[in-house]
């Protein structure tokens, strides 16, 4: 017993030692250098560029002489970093090494199966205690917050994409959203659900759902759930922006301006109209030139609940928030009118009772760059937090406050990024 106790000290404090912000803290540095880096090819292209008899070269490298300065703080940051994660491993492998070496000998004192028996029920409480885990992943997951109640602090950071792969549907079908239920119904904590826009690329009337991560990945789906029977019809599914939450899916109804709420036990339908909103395609998200088709009503989760972003004529074509009951009601609760022009961004979410936009930078750059904080009404339009893309395109981005990913539907690839707030 004496042993055992030692034993689980130990492990303690190693478990204690190795946290997740200590490993993450590199990764969002060496994405720190990375953009210093592009800043600095970018600075001493425009140098190379500039021919005006030296008027402003020596601006130009007095910028450059910053970035290199920003970027030798960085890399003596990573340094000292990298010293502490060796200290760490070091400090560790003998930890560690004692441990193996004290299980070696109560392995000996084995007898009559006992030491057998304890693996199976030590296996057994680990399948338990994962389940646990699983269940309590947000500090209240069926608890809704007032808006602008986050404890997580201010959005810093995305890190990612943490997981990437095709749809079982494979690269056919651009379009579409997926995700888990903020607020799932019992016994679906671990599901996970798909809606891809197979009717050109717009339209959809079933949700395919898969029951963990694993069947997801084999495409191994739990069942269809049939919205309408034909499509498109009355009630059916159009554009990219729907989301599940407590056990129903939310989305753009057929031909509307209204939200639909699909109940996956009932299969009742019921909606709400969105007064003076855009939709078929009269105010979606767009880049440069082009636009992403049927973006007009675009649904979100966050800690506080269900929220919509779509624009009027009556706001000028900038993007209107509007909070949602989420119930077979359906009502709006509030509604802000925000000075931000939807078709000069390519996507939204909520975290926190702030809504964040982004744009496009290039096929591999996606930038947040928008904030609105539902509490005070203030706008930002400086925030520059990029993530890297698989494909030019991201048709859907819904933050999960139950794990706290953005979940991406990016080009047919479904993908999740890890929010860093601090």
């Given at each position: 017993m004496q042993k055992l106790h030692q034993i689980d000290r130990t492990s303690a404090n190693c478990t204690h030692t190795v946290t997740k912000e200590r490993l993450m803290e590199v990764e969002i540095l060496l994405d720190s250098l990375h953009y210093r880096l592009l800043n600095l090819q970018r600075d001493v292209r425009n140098l190379d560029e500039e021919n005006d008899d030296g008027i402003y070269s020596v601006i130009s490298l007095r910028i450059i002489e910053i970035e290199l300065s920003e970027i030798g703080d960085l890399l003596l940051r990573l340094?000292?970093?990298?010293?502490?994660?060796?200290?760490?491993t070091d400090d560790l492998a003998p930890q560690v090494q004692v441990l193996r070496s004290h299980m070696e000998k109560l392995a000996e004192f084995d007898r009559m199966q006992v030491f057998k028996k304890q693996q199976e029920n030590k296996r057994l409480q680990t399948d338990i205690t994962y389940c646990e885990t699983q269940l309590m992943m947000s500090p209240a997951p069926y608890t809704t917050l007032a808006p602008g109640n986050?404890?997580?602090?201010?959005?810093?950071?995305?890190?990612?994409?943490?997981?990437?792969?095709?749809?079982?549907?494979?690269?056919?079908?651009?379009?579409?959203?997926?995700?888990?239920?903020?607020?799932?119904?019992?016994?679906?904590?671990?599901?996970?659900?798909?809606?891809?826009?197979?009717?050109?690329?717009?339209?959809?009337?079933?949700?395919?759902?898969?029951?963990?991560?694993?069947?997801?990945?084999?495409?191994?789906?739990?069942?269809?759930?049939?919205?309408?029977?034909?499509?498109?019809?009355?009630?059916?599914?159009?554009?990219?922006?729907?989301?599940?939450?407590?056990?129903?899916?939310?989305?753009?109804?057929?031909?509307?301006?209204?939200?639909?709420?699909?109940?996956?036990?009932?299969k009742s339908i019921h909606s709400v109209e969105l007064p003076g909103a855009g939709y078929n395609n009269k105010f979606p998200y767009c880049h440069l030139t082009s636009c992403y088709t049927y973006t007009d009503i675009d649904l979100s989760t966050d800690e506080s609940g269900l929220w919509v972003v779509y624009a009027s004529e009556a706001n000028f074509g900038n993007v209107v928030l509007s909070r949602l009951n989420a119930s077979i009601t359906l009502n709006i609760l509030q509604t802000w009118n925000t000075s931000l022009f939807?078709?000069?961004?390519?996507?939204?979410?909520?975290?926190?009772?702030?809504?964040?936009?982004?744009?496009?930078?290039?096929?591999?750059?996606?930038?947040?760059?928008?904030?609105?904080?539902?509490?005070?009404?203030?706008?930002?339009?400086?925030?520059?937090?990029?993530?890297?893309?698989?494909?030019g395109i991201v048709q859907y981005l819904n933050y999960n406050p139950r794990d706290h990913l953005l979940y991406v539907y990016n080009d047919a690839y479904i993908l999740t990024y890890q929010s860093v707030f601090g």
């Open positions: 340094n000292s970093t990298s010293r502490s994660h060796r200290a760490l986050c404890p997580f602090g201010r959005l810093l950071n995305v890190t990612g994409p943490h997981s990437k792969m095709e749809t079982e549907y494979g690269t056919s079908y651009p379009y579409g959203s997926w995700g888990m239920d903020p607020k799932p119904a019992p016994g679906k904590e671990g599901w996970y659900w798909l809606v891809v826009l197979t009717s050109s690329n717009v339209y959809a009337n079933y949700i395919r759902t898969y029951s963990s991560h694993s069947a997801l990945i084999v495409s191994k789906n739990a069942g269809d759930v049939t919205i309408t029977a034909s499509n498109p019809t009355t009630n059916s599914l159009i554009g990219p922006g729907s989301v599940m939450y407590d056990n129903a899916l939310y989305y753009n109804c057929y031909n509307y301006p209204k939200v639909c709420r699909f109940d996956m036990t009932t939807k078709k000069a961004i390519s996507n939204t979410f909520m975290a926190c009772g702030v809504l964040y936009a982004t744009r496009y930078v290039d096929k591999d750059i996606e930038e947040i760059f928008y904030a609105l904080d539902t509490t005070t009404g203030m706008e930002r339009g400086n925030l520059s937090i990029r993530f890297r893309k698989v494909s």
